[in-house]
Structures are given as C-alpha cells and as structure tokens.
C-alpha cells in the first residue's frame, strides 16, 4: 500500500512562487510514475503535470507548461512540483499520485494513477 502526503500549498499573490512536494511511503519501492492533478471548486479534477519513475520523462498540461516545473530527485521519495508566475486560475486543491510501470501515465487521465494523497490547498489572490 503507497501512502503519498503532499504539503507546500498556501495563499499568495498572483506572480509569487510555491514549490508543492509529495512523500511517498509504505511501499520499499520508488518505482512510481508520478503525477500532479488539481482540482477547483465546481470543476472536475485536472492533469497538471507527471514524470516518470527515473525522472528521465515530463509531460506538462498546456496551461502549466513554461511556468510550472515536476522533479523526482534520484533515489528520492519525494516529487516536487515548482510553480511559478503563479495566477488566480491556479487556485485549487493540487493532488499527488502514483501510477504503475508500465500504465500509460503520461495521457493525463486520472484513471491511470493507483494512489492519490488527500491534497493541499493552493489560492492565488490578484
């Protein structure tokens, strides 16, 4: 069973910097494809972002992409995600979840990830 706790969120102003990290534990294994989703209030969850178990991989969602930075540090359990130039449609509650080898990860649909955190709340004021 893998356990994934996302911290980082907060209330900024729009233009300001949050790095958002998630722990993964109860399983001996890093080897997770990892990704970041959120979700706003009255709309469906969204990808955002996800990487690939060695890191070697990123793909990015088209409203994120050039703002927004994954990492997975080598033998590390923890993915980050960077989000900068940050702006009031990035208000949401931003998930953290892992996907197995050989899932199609990358796509972007929420299906494919087997374990989800319970989020952190990201606000963004103009």
């Known amino acids: 069973q893998v356990q994934l706790t996302e911290s980082g969120g907060g209330s900024v102003r729009a233009g300001d910097s949050l790095r958002l990290s998630c722990v993964q534990s109860?399983?001996?294994?890093?080897?997770?494809?990892m990704g970041w989703f959120r979700q706003a209030p009255g709309k469906e969850r969204e990808f955002v972002a996800a990487?690939?178990?060695?890191?070697?991989?990123?793909y990015y969602s088209g409203s994120v992409k050039d703002r927004f930075t994954i990492s997975k540090p080598n033998a590390q359990n923890t993915v980050y995600l960077q989000m900068n130039s940050l702006k009031p449609e990035d208000t949401a509650v931003y998930f953290c979840?892992?996907?197995?080898?050989?899932?199609?990860?990358?796509?972007?649909?929420?299906?494919?990830?087997?374990?989800w955190g319970q989020g952190t709340q990201v606000t963004v004021s103009s």
């Open positions: 109860g399983s001996t294994s890093t080897n997770w494809h």
């Open positions: 990487i690939s178990w060695k890191g070697g991989s990123r």
């Open positions: 979840a892992a996907a197995a080898l050989g899932s199609a990860f990358e796509n972007g649909n929420s299906g494919e990830y087997d374990y």
